[in-house]
């Protein structure tokens, strides 16, 4: 089954990074600071990662 919620639901794409307001591409969907998606939410957009956290849990998401 394919997780509806939670770090597993969640696949950081890509990353704009623009210092002023950095975006990040999670499901698809553009997202900033503060944003969430399926329960998870953006913490942090860095030029190689975003930081996810869910329910108390962080996760560092590296990007290519």
Known sequence: PVATTGFDSVKV???FFRTAN???IL???TVS???K???VEVTAIEQSSV???YEGETKTVKVK
């Open 51 to 53: 930081t996810l956290s």
């Open 22 to 24: 950095p975006l990040a």
């Open 13 to 15: 794409q890509g990353v």
């Open 37 to 39: 998606v399926n329960g």
């Open 27 to 29: 499901n698809g969907k």
């Open 33 to 35: 600071v503060g944003d």
